[in-house]
Every structure is written in C-alpha cells, then in structure tokens.
C-alpha cells in the first residue's frame, strides 16, 4: 500500500494514488497541485548514511582516506531540513557546488535496541524516497558531512509516497535514479550499497535506540551533479515513487 500526508483545505489528510492524482481517504480526488505535500508520515530522528556505495566511493576516491572495510559514516539531521514533494530547495547565493542525493529510505516501525542482523527486517515499516542536497563548499573534507553542508532548512526531501514493507518484495534490488531538467544524471541499485539494511540496523540499534517513525537515510551511488536556480529536479526509485523538487535563489526566501 502507497500512502501520502498532504496539506488541503486547512487540515492534513492521508492520500493514496489515484490515476489522475491522489485521494484523500474521504474519498475526493485531487491533482498534485492542488495540495501541499508533506513527509508521507510522521518522522522522528532522521539519520543519514555517507558513502555507503562503492560506485559513489570510487567517485570520490582522489579526496577520501576511508574505504569500504570502515564503520559506516553516519549523521544526524534535523526536522527542519525536511521538505515534501513538489516543493523548493534554496540555492544560497554564491554557491558554486550544490548537488542532489538519490536515497532509498528505510522507516523503522517499531522500537529496536540492540537487534540483530537476522531480526532487522522485523523492525521495517517501510521505504519512501529521498533527495539530500549537499553544499560540497563547505566540506571541511569530502568524507566528513558538517552542519552548513547536509543540514540546511529544506534540504531533504521525502516522498510522495510510504511504501509498506510488505509490497517491497527485495530492497536491495531496486534501481534508483536522478533526472535534472528531464536529462538522467544518475542511476544506481540498492544492490551496490557497502552495508545493507539490515547492517545498518544492527550497527545503528547498538549505539542508539530506534523508534517508529525513525528514517534512516541509505546513501546515493555516483552520478552527483551541480544543480542550479531554476532546475527541476526528479529522484525516482522502482516501486518506491518519483519524487519532484525545484530549486529556487535567494530572492523567494526574501533572502
């Protein structure tokens, strides 16, 4: 089952596809553009993994001193830096390298503290799709996300769709993507990623305990390009969704 939370008529509705847009489970049915696209559920920590695959790593290589047999690099993000599909991102003025992510997300549905890899999967709620721009100008290094890099307000973008665990027969078998103004700028699959889903629990629910509605953001194969004020940006994932975000300047932030 796909599900959405969407802002309309002054109250926040849950949504499912419909073929001419989405229906809200009153029954109407509405366009994209007739609402306000929100995380499709209620997320608690949001946390982030760097360099996660080995096609990305390569791509990086020259500036690295890491390597796949190294811990997974994590981060925290906060609420703020989350935005819903269709809408818009703020390139800062002066920016020379800002670029998208194309991440699988993974949901966690119910408390996991010290779980291991073979009780993982238990613990999934489900998947959505994720667009985490990068301001690679204020790396102090390229493996080390700081905070003006990967925490901006609207930087992260979730949606449209919750997938539920249960209609994701495989998660490491899906092909990702990212198209900028319509031209495909990066493909990959989860299959490539350096530490599965289920690593990733195990090793996240030993240091802190995970909560339903916590995301974990997997990471993004190579293919990461500069995008610019104007750029539609698509991020799509098999059977996850296909999630839309613009990329405005300074001037609509009144900035």
Request: proline residues 5%; charged residues 20%; hydrophobic residues 40%.
């Amino acid at each position: 089952m796909k599900t959405a939370r969407v802002a309309f008529a002054g109250a926040i509705h849950t949504a499912h596809p419909h073929p001419t847009g989405l229906q809200l489970v009153d029954g109407r049915v509405l366009s994209e553009d007739q609402v306000v696209w929100l995380p499709p559920f209620e997320v608690g920590s949001v946390i982030a993994l760097g360099l996660n695959y080995a096609d990305h790593v390569k791509e990086l290589s020259k500036e690295l001193t890491i390597g796949s047999a190294d811990e997974p690099l994590v981060f925290l993000k906060s609420a703020g830096s989350l935005l819903g599909h269709r809408g818009v991102t703020r390139r800062p003025a002066g920016v020379a390298f800002m670029h998208h992510e194309c991440e699988l997300s993974v949901v966690i549905g119910k408390t996991a503290r010290r779980v291991s890899r073979e009780q993982a999967m238990d613990h999934v709620w489900g998947y959505t799709v994720c667009n985490d721009y990068a301001i690679r100008d204020h790396l102090e290094n390229w493996y080390r996300p700081n905070l003006r890099v990967k925490n901006r307000d609207g930087g992260t973008v979730l949606g449209p769709w919750f997938v539920d665990a249960s209609d994701v027969p495989d998660p490491h078998a899906l092909a990702l993507r990212t198209l900028v103004n319509g031209r495909v700028t990066q493909q990959g699959n989860t299959a490539q990623m350096i530490h599965d889903i289920p690593a990733l629990i195990a090793y996240l629910s030993d240091v802190m305990t995970l909560r339903a509605g916590d995301v974990i953001l997997t990471g993004t194969p190579d293919g990461v390009v500069n995008v610019d004020e104007g750029d539609e940006v698509v991020t799509e994932i098999d059977g996850i969704g296909r999630l839309v975000n613009h990329i405005v300047g300074d001037a609509v932030f009144g900035r």
